[in-house]
């Protein structure tokens, strides 16, 4: 999936929302356990209640992994009901991870030729070498961590060098050296406000996938304001506002008008800025 | 697994060898290829081989994940094999986790209750309430990357800050707020020499997980030189100059005779350090 065809579904669905699949068995419907495949059944319904909405769905290893054997069939048969569904949609496996060459090289495969998802998140402490063997497949992207949601944000990634460039900067700025805006992304939480201004400095044109709208307090309209670029470069993502808003039999068309209207919300935004 | 036991380990098999279970189909003897599980059916042999020559064995996440549902059975086969048969080495997920708290707990979930293992090495990138959610087990240990064995360590790792602090030194200092030896250890490059000297006056009591010695480069001597400390403090790991020695029918026991050569070469240096 290109970057192009990414902009052309923001502008036709009037929406930049990503819905995040963090499928908990403690947390979805009760109903639901008696299922064969209880997490493919949540999923699954998620999926068809809030396509009309939403351009991404990003399945969060942890919540499959967490599930042995089982998990990861839910996760492959989640990727292949989307891939054969509903084909303009984007999956990214959000699995942060990063390695030494050999080791990258594998979780690329895992991820891009065994799973067939378009993009997946990769954490940048090792460096170059760790990261660039994502980079080989046309159509896929890596989704690098640059400054993230949490308050654990604070403890590295803010500290500054001699010239006062921040590690999240540097991560921002060497990272391009390696691939352009066509091949990578950069993952900004929402959380992080003024930020997003210095990040758009650093990367004008790279599109940033936004996590922390929600539960983790992150405001749309500030993203917006100062993360937005022409070509909207922003993909928001929301998981558990969307996921577990509704426990009954009705969920899914719960979840359903909660996409809604957080793409209700997006499309004000889109408006505002001439996209 | 506590620190004591892990040591009494090393005295009884004057050892402080893992074997890094990085089993790739690509690599393994053909004549495997034909068993049901040919991933399982190779690490059963390996495990057999080198048991005696060894303390941990540290299957490489990658390489079961890119064989999708059957990579994950074949791992939690080998896991329960260790744990039946080798309830006395510790096992280590090479996972390199680590995101919102949320996310490290199911994390946490799959390793140390899912999967029963001792250890889980994670990333610092996020920070604080990323690492904390490993930490909850007793008994069991996160392996933090402070200086890593790749080239691609002196992109961010080596940032010094205002201070003159590097990125590693600060992973080193501030974690240590999180936990101390008894429960954290860190990953040190066994290509990184002298440095070893810097991170043990940083952090003289923790065990260190030193990949990077055979296919990377690093020399086991220097480790000695710089990191043991009177505890020994090491455990070195070799994945690929043991599992894949030799490829014929008879690989199991090559695979057992380089164990047991990097034992010996171990028992050396222990004598040299009076452990």
Redesign the interface.
Known sequence: MNKEQIIDQIRCKRSFLCVGL?T?LKKIPTHLLDEEDPIFAFNKAIIDATAPYCIAYKP?L??Y?????EG??AL?KTVNYLRKNYPEQMIIA?A??????N??Q??A??FF???DVDAVTV?????????TPFLGYEGKWVIL?AL??????????M????EGEK?FQ??LC?SQEWADANQMMYVVGATQGQAFEEIRRLAPNHFLLV?GIGA?GGSLEDVCKYGMNKECGLIVNNSRAILYADKSENFAVVAGQKAREMQQMMEIELERYGI
């Open positions: 963090d908990d969060n942890a919540f992994e967490c599930q042995g054997v990861w069939n492959e959000d942060k991870r990063g390695d030494i060459g080791t990258s594998m979780y495969r895992t030729e065994q799973m954490a940048p402490y090792m460096g170059e070498d760790s990261v961590l993230t949601s949490n308050k654990g944000s604070m403890d590295f990634q500290t500054e060098d001699k590690l540097k991560v060497r996590p983790q």
